[in-house]
C-alpha cells in the first residue's frame, strides 16, 4: 500500500517536473530571441 502511494506520488512528481522543465525551457528560448532582437536592431 505504501509502495503504490509511493509511486502514485513519484509519477506526479515526474509529471510536475516535466511541466515546469517545457516553461523554464520556452522561457530561456523567448528570452534568447529577446536579446537577439534587440541586439539585431
Do not use: N
Not at 500500500?1 to 523554464?24: E, H, K, Q, R, Y
Amino acid at each position: 500500500m505504501m509502495d503504490g502511494g509511493m509511486a502514485m506520488g513519484g509519477g506526479m512528481m515526474i509529471g510536475m517536473g516535466l511541466v515546469w522543465l517545457l516553461t523554464v525551457v520556452f522561457l530561456v528560448l523567448g528570452i534568447a530571441a529577446f536579446i537577439r532582437y534587440l541586439r539585431s536592431k
